[in-house]
């Protein structure tokens, strides 16, 4: 059956029909959240008050804790170079082809190479501002400055070595580039991570002005060795370093407290631009504490660090996230993440394209908005050739040596000292079918 209408009724449905087109049209686009992303340098779990650690007061990191969602169980390869390098690229280094941390002049031409993926590539396509300061270390820059190449607008970093390849400080009166431009006049006789942090602050306020979505990624050298007395310090003499404070471990704790109280000037910038809300803050480390230090743990436990083993207290880092309407406050997650799944979680969050590359990452975006998600099985660790595959009970080396997991306060058990024979060769079974898949 045909049904006739009449002029009139056929130009008011025409006017209805174009208005609720006009409507759907208009329909804003969901807002783009900012990202800020601060990854601190050796600093394992064991040092925030928020995961147990009682030998520092971390309050703004615990606000962040009791404002957004915990990780227990977050991993990192145990030396900085090849942690970053998996962070920016979603792979594991053997893929990645940075296995080796960069400390030396005869490792120039070992770098990072810019035909890998990045996730600051990908958000940049996607119409972000971005902007790195602190460390990069995944180039010595004054050979190889390839920053901008994987995707950053603007960049300030210290450089290991300067132009004529001598090395440098890194927090009084350090060497640092901005956008391949020296810039010793602004950091003469001052502290480089206040010298960071403004730079840092004013990226965000300009973007947050031009209401441009952003990824502000602070990778601080805090605080890493040279433990040196900071601007907060009762020791005059921090104006002016000296042989006799390099190395103390007394200043540690001077500059666990420094980072805490930039990131607590980081919270308050985004409160007073009122875009705290739209900001998703990740806080995360490199890498576990530097093995000449002991941390104080629960019921006073100390924690020796770990950096540069492939054990728990080199490895697993604390990570916070807080994205307030979307993250629960106060809650946690105990699935195994490692740094090669921010790059999918971030685009995931974002909106942003994955690249049509292989990428070991695995999103734990789900997780931070309450569902279940694809939690990971098992994790992938490596330091230069050697390598290690684990779950929640085992560790597998490429050299075929099967150890058992154990507490942070307990030392590293030894190679197949296990009680339960059926266990221990379906875990050396599991693992070594994932090092088959991942190939050599």
């Avoid at 147990?52 to 606000?63: A, E, K, Y």
């Avoid at 919270?267 to 705290?276: K, S, W, Y």
């Amino acid at each position: 059956m045909v049904i006739l209408m009449k002029a009139p009724l056929r130009q008011l449905l025409a006017v209805l029909l174009t208005s609720l087109t006009t409507l759907v049209a208009a329909e804003p686009t969901p807002k783009k959240p900012n990202v800020l992303l601060i990854l601190a340098d050796d600093l394992g779990l064991e040092c925030l008050s928020s995961y147990g650690g009682t030998s520092h007061q971390t309050p703004n990191l615990d606000r962040l804790a009791k404002e957004g969602m915990r990780f227990t169980h977050c991993f990192a390869n145990p030396l900085c170079s090849p942690s970053r390098a998996q962070l920016l690229t979603g792979r594991y280094p053997f893929l990645n082809g940075l296995k080796v941390v960069l400390s030396s002049k005869k490792q120039e031409d070992i770098f990072l190479r810019p035909s890998q993926p990045s996730f600051p590539r990908q958000l940049k396509q996607h119409g972000y501002a971005t902007q790195i300061v602190g460390k990069w270390h995944v180039s010595l820059e004054h050979k190889h400055d390839t920053i901008r190449d994987f995707g950053f607008d603007h960049y300030q970093t210290w450089s290991i070595f300067d132009d004529r390849g001598q090395k440098t400080t890194r927090y009084w009166n350090p060497y640092q580039l901005r956008d391949g431009r020296i810039i010793a006049e602004e950091v003469r006789k001052r502290y480089g991570p206040d010298v960071d942090l403004e730079t840092h602050l004013d990226f965000i306020r300009k973007c947050a002005q031009d209401q441009k979505p952003f990824l502000a990624f602070y990778s601080t050298y805090l605080p890493h060795y040279p433990w040196e007395p900071t601007p907060d310090s009762e020791a005059p003499s921090y104006r002016a370093p000296n042989a006799a404070h390099k190395g103390d471990a007394k200043y540690f704790p001077e500059m666990v407290a420094y980072l805490d109280r930039q990131i607590g000037a980081m919270l308050r910038t985004l409160d007073e631009l009122g875009i705290a809300d739209d900001t998703i803050i990740i806080f995360v480390a490199d890498n576990g504490t530097d093995a000449g230090l002991r941390n104080l743990w629960g019921d006073g436990r100390a924690i020796a660090g770990g950096k540069g083993t492939m054990t728990d207290r080199g490895t697993r880092v604390p990570l916070l996230v807080r994205w307030p309407g979307k993250i629960k406050a106060a809650s946690s997650c105990v699935d195994l993440v490692d740094l090669s799944d921010f790059f999918p979680t971030l685009c995931e969050l974002t909106g942003a394209k994955l690249p049509d590359v292989m990428i070991h990452g695995r999103s734990f975006a789900p997780q931070l908005l309450g569902k279940p998600g694809q939690p990971r099985e098992w994790i992938h660790i490596q330091n230069a050739n050697s390598r290690q595959v684990r779950d929640r009970e085992f560790m597998l080396n490429n050299q075929g040596e099967l150890r058992r997991v154990v507490e942070l306060w307990e030392d590293p058990a030894k190679p197949d000292a296990n009680t339960d024979p059926a266990k221990e060769a379906a875990a050396r079974k599991k693992l070594q079918a994932i090092f088959d898949e991942l190939g050599p």
